[in-house]
C-alpha cells in the first residue's frame, strides 16, 4: 500500500520522492504542492471579510448525514425540514456506490487505517498549536484517538 501511495505521489507531482511516511513527514513539515495545509486553513478561518461560514466535517456529511442536512438548512435560514424532506435530500445527495470507481469509495476515519499513532498525534499536536483561537476546527483533528 506504501507503494501505491509513493506512485500516487508521483502522479500527481508532489515534490517529494519516497514512501507513504516520507509523504507524511513532508506534509506535517508544511509540504504541499499549493502552500501549507495549516496556513491555507488558518487564512480561511480567520475570515477576515466577515462572511459567515457554515463548518462541516466529511464525517458529519457520513455519519450524521441527517443531523448535517438540518445544519445546513438552518444556516441558509430555511424553516425545519420534516423527516420525510430529510430523507428526500439524503436520498438526492447520495451517491451510488456501484457507479464509483475503487478509488473514489471514500470513508472517513481513514486517517486511523493509514497513519501510525506516532504520524496521528503529530497531525494532531501541529493541528492544536496551528488552530489555537480559531472555532470550526473539527475535534478530530485535536484528539489523540
Given at each position: 500500500?506504501?507503494?501505491?501511495?509513493?506512485?500516487?505521489?508521483?502522479?500527481?507531482?508532489?515534490?517529494?520522492?519516497?514512501?507513504?511516511?516520507?509523504?507524511?513527514?513532508?506534509?506535517?513539515?508544511?509540504?504541499?504542492?499549493?502552500?501549507?495545509y495549516?496556513?491555507?486553513?488558518?487564512?480561511?478561518?480567520?475570515?477576515?471579510?466577515?462572511?459567515?461560514?457554515?463548518?462541516?466535517?466529511?464525517?458529519?456529511?457520513t455519519?450524521?448525514?441527517?443531523?448535517?442536512?438540518?445544519?445546513?438548512?438552518?444556516?441558509?435560514?430555511?424553516?425545519?425540514?420534516?423527516?420525510?424532506?430529510?430523507?428526500?435530500?439524503?436520498?438526492?445527495?447520495?451517491?451510488?456506490?456501484?457507479?464509483?470507481?475503487?478509488?473514489?469509495?471514500?470513508?472517513?476515519?481513514?486517517?486511523?487505517?493509514?497513519?501510525?499513532?506516532?504520524?496521528?498525534?503529530?497531525?494532531?499536536?501541529?493541528?492544536?498549536?496551528?488552530?489555537?483561537?480559531?472555532?470550526?476546527?473539527?475535534?478530530?483533528?485535536?484528539?489523540?484517538?
Amino acid at each position: 500500500s506504501s507503494g501505491i501511495n509513493a506512485e500516487y505521489g508521483r502522479k500527481v507531482k508532489l515534490g517529494f520522492e519516497g514512501d507513504f511516511s516520507d509523504c507524511v513527514d513532508w506534509f506535517l513539515k508544511g509540504g504541499l504542492v499549493n502552500g501549507c495545509y495549516w496556513e491555507f486553513n488558518k487564512e480561511y478561518l480567520e475570515n477576515e471579510d466577515g462572511h459567515k461560514i457554515l463548518h462541516l466535517t466529511y464525517e458529519e456529511l457520513t455519519l450524521e448525514k441527517p443531523a448535517a442536512i438540518r445544519k445546513i438548512n438552518s444556516f441558509l435560514g430555511y424553516d425545519e425540514l420534516s423527516e420525510e424532506d430529510i430523507v428526500s435530500v439524503d436520498k438526492a445527495t447520495s451517491l451510488d456506490p456501484t457507479k464509483l470507481k475503487p478509488d473514489q469509495h471514500g470513508k472517513p476515519g481513514r486517517a486511523k487505517e493509514m497513519l501510525t499513532q506516532e504520524q496521528r498525534s503529530r497531525f494532531n499536536e501541529r493541528s492544536r498549536v496551528e488552530f489555537e483561537g480559531f472555532e470550526g476546527i473539527p475535534q478530530s483533528y485535536t484528539d489523540e484517538n
